[in-house]
Structures are given as structure tokens and as C-alpha cells.
């Protein structure tokens, strides 16, 4: 919790600095029009899922359920950070306060981690609905559901909580800036005076835990859907059942892709410009692109968007 610039001398420290991505003053600007529209767009994108799903009654099922909470914690995700983005490329001095820094670091990790658990939970109700479609009300019950759902965010917002506590509570030393756009666990333990190599193997070993458990979740639901797919004698069958499947394969291999690349290797490993970048692709621009997978592959949500937006009109 504080800053040092020699061993014998400290002061508090009072915030970092977000470089985000340094160029002149017209490039921030346009940057800040670019993200602005797409900030924009993912709101309405995940909103219009959620409006088209409260509104129609044919879509309060498990599936379309899970898929507006899905919607409705996008939008948190991406707010964890875009908006502290845009007031930067207007900044002169691009400061982010200690406890605003932390805020954001626990609330991206913990939206991250709730992405994660909501991704296998999904697989594992379209491997209950393929698998055992005759059983599937009896099993996928409201109240699973509504478990289901309640547990997502409680894991995922206890899951770094203690890790995240424990580097708030380390010394900094020398230089406030953080090349990033946001608040890191790479950048953020540079910062710190002492060798962080025990906290860093800590951090990549709970983020492991975070990515693997629910990845082989999904992974098992979908080995037995595809062991079920195969066994259905008509090939009319299959593509309903893989179309089913497809667009949440889609949004699982964008999320989890990037997400392994970033924190499944040494953070050493990575530049600056490459870890903004893979960052960007995975809290920026899969909630930007997760509406449009869903809404293009599924007529239900299709359907119930046109009846929406006719009635407004």
C-alpha cells in the first residue's frame, strides 16, 4: 500500500497511472469516438437479449434464462472498464486513485470469473436438453436454474477476493505507471518492491483453477453431446443438435482462446502491446460480439427481437 523511491524513504501512495495507448491528442480522441460506439453497441446488443427474453414468454426456459443473466453480466464486464478507458483518452494526466484501481481490478477478475462458471453451466443445460430431452423439464427444474444461476455470481465473486487483498496490501516502489489500460495483476506486481515470484505463482495457480475447472465442465458436456449427436440416425437431427451447440462453442472458443493465452503463461512472457491487445480482444470485443452470435444463429431470439421492436414501433 505504499510507494517507495529508495529503501530508506516511503510515502502513501495515491494512484497509479494508466498509460492505455499512448499517441497524440487527435488519435486519443478518435479512440474515444471509436470505443464510445462500441461500448454503445455492447449495451444494446446484450440489452436487446435480455429485453427480447423478459418480453416473451415462449423464452422463460433454462436455456434463454441463463442466456439473459449471460447478457446482463456482459454488460457489467464490459463497464468494468470501458467507461475509466474513455475518461483516460480525455485525460491529460490519466491517474486512477489506490482504491479505484483495486475496485476495478477485483470487479474485472470477479465479472471475468462469473463468465467463466456461466460458460459451463450453459454446456452443461444443452447437455441435459440433447442428451435427456424426455427428462429434461423434470431435471432442469426452476429452481436448478435459479441455483445454478445464484451460485455462478457467488463463485465467481469469491473466487479472488484474498489474492487481490494481498496485493493491495504490498509495497510499490519508483515509477506509478501501469502500461495497460487497466488494472493487471502483471503490471500491478512490477510495481512492487520486493520479488513477487511466490504471488505470482499463486495468482497463475487460482487462475488456473478458474479456467480449467469450467473448461473441462464444458469440455465433458460437449464430448457426451457429440457421443449423443452421433447416434441420431438422421443427418436432419444432428444439424439441429450441433446448431443448438454452435454459437455457445463459438463464444466459449473466443473467451477461453484469448483468456488462456493471456494468463496461462508467465506474464513475462508478454509485451505491453500484446497484452493490451489480447486484454482488449477479451473484455471489449467478445461481449461486443456474443449478442450477434447468439441473436444470428437462434430464431427464437430472432423472432422475439422483430415482435419487440414492433411493438415500440
Keep these: 500500500m505504499k510507494i517507495s523511491n529508495t529503501p530508506n524513504t ?24 471509436l470505443f464510445s460506439a462500441v461500448y454503445l453497441l455492447t449495451l444494446m446488443g446484450n440489452g436487446s437479449i435480455i429485453c427480447a427474453v423478459c418480453w416473451d414468454q415462449r423464452l422463460h426456459t433454462p436455456m434463454y434464462i441463463l442466456l439473459a443473466n449471460f447478457s446482463f453480466l456482459e454488460i457489467w464486464y464490459v463497464t468494468s472498464t470501458v467507461p475509466n478507458m474513455l ?25 471475468g470469473s462469473t463468465e467463466c462458471f456461466f460458460l459451463a ?56 505507471i501501469i502500461d495497460h489500460f487497466l488494472c493487471d495483476p502483471g503490471p500491478l506486481l512490477a510495481l512492487t518492491c520486493a520479488r513477487t515470484s511466490v504471488m505470482e505463482f499463486f495468482w497463475a495457480v487460482i487462475s488456473s483453477l478458474l479456467l480449467f475447472i469450467p473448461f473441462l465442465c464444458i469440455m465433458g458436456s460437449y464430448a457426451l453431446v457429440l457421443r449423443a449427436v452421433l ?3 438422421s443427418a436432419a437431427g444432428q444439424r439441429k443438435a450441433f446448431s443448438t451447440c454452435g454459437s455457445h462453442l463459438a463464444v466459449v472458443s473466443l473467451f477461453y482462446g484469448s483468456v488462456m493465452v493471456m494468463y496461462l503463461s508467465p ?36 423472432y422475439a427481437l422483430q415482435k419487440f421492436l414492433e411493438i415500440q414501433k
Design 267 to 302: 506474464t513475462s512472457e508478454h509485451d505491453a502491446g500484446i497484452q493490451k491487445l489480447v486484454t482488449l480482444f477479451y473484455s471489449v470485443g467478445t461481449p461486443l460480439i456474443n449478442p450477434v452470435i447468439y441473436s444470428l444463429r437462434n430464431k427464437d431470439i430472432k
Design 121 to 176: 453451466v450453459m454446456a452443461f443445460d444443452r447437455y441435459l436438453a440433447i442428451c435427456w430431452p424426455l427428462h429434461y423439464s423434470t431435471l432442469m427444474t426452476g429452481r436448478l436454474c435459479t441455483n445454478l444461476v445464484i451460485g455462478c455470481w457467488a463463485l465467481g465473486f469469491l473466487w479472488f477476493p484474498a489474492p487481490i487483498i494481498i496485493i493491495s496490501q504490498m509495497s510499490f516502489c519508483g515509477s506509478r
Design 87 to 111: 475518461a483516460n483518452f480525455l485525460s491529460d494526466n490519466k491517474l486512477i486513485s489506490f482504491s479505484g484501481c483495486f475496485l476495478q481490478f477485483y470487479f474485472f477478475f470477479s465479472l
Design 10 to 33: 516511503s510515502s502513501t501512495i495515491t494512484g497509479f497511472i494508466l498509460l492505455g495507448f499512448p499517441c497524440p491528442r487527435e488519435g486519443q480522441i478518435l479512440l474515444f469516438v
Design 231 to 233: 447416434k441420431v440416425p
